[in-house]
């Protein structure tokens, strides 16, 4: 059973939003804070953005950066994702993750434990 689901992902056009969810399933953990990265076709699975459920500290990829915001609810493992003026560079799959060791890499897939499948997003210029 996949421990983390994401929905949300769909078709949109270049400058359009969307709202990733991403919820526990299942299984009972607690974490530090959850996490979202994408991988392209053909490309490494990137950091996007991360927030810390201890401090309610965000953290964001440049390419990202006013553009999308991370936010969650700790107690529930439920993290989200409210992607504005989405652009065609930022088709990708999504995946959410959960940090159950407070680790010090945010940044990068080993700082995290559980992951979801992933759901996928695309933009149409």
């Known amino acids: 059973q996949v421990p983390l689901v994401e929905s949300g992902g769909g078709l949109v056009q270049a400058g359009g939003s969307l709202r990733l969810s991403c919820a526990a399933s299942?299984?009972?953990?607690?974490?530090?804070?959850m996490g979202w990265f994408r991988q392209a076709p053909g490309k490494e699975r990137e950091f996007v953005a991360a927030?810390?459920?201890?401090?309610?500290?965000?953290y964001y990829a440049d390419s990202v950066k006013g553009r999308f915001t991370i936010s969650g609810d700790g107690p529930r493992n439920a993290v989200y994702l409210q992607m504005n003026l989405l652009k065609p560079v930022d088709r990708a799959v999504y995946y959410c993750?959960?940090?159950?060791?407070?680790?010090?890499?945010?940044?990068?897939?080993?700082?995290?434990?559980?992951w979801g499948q992933g759901t996928q997003v695309s933009v149409v210029s």
């Open positions: 927030i810390r459920w201890s401090v309610g500290s965000t």
């Open positions: 993750a959960a940090d159950l060791q407070a680790s010090s890499v945010l940044g990068f897939p080993a700082g995290y434990g559980l």
């Open positions: 299942g299984r009972t953990f607690s974490s530090y804070g």
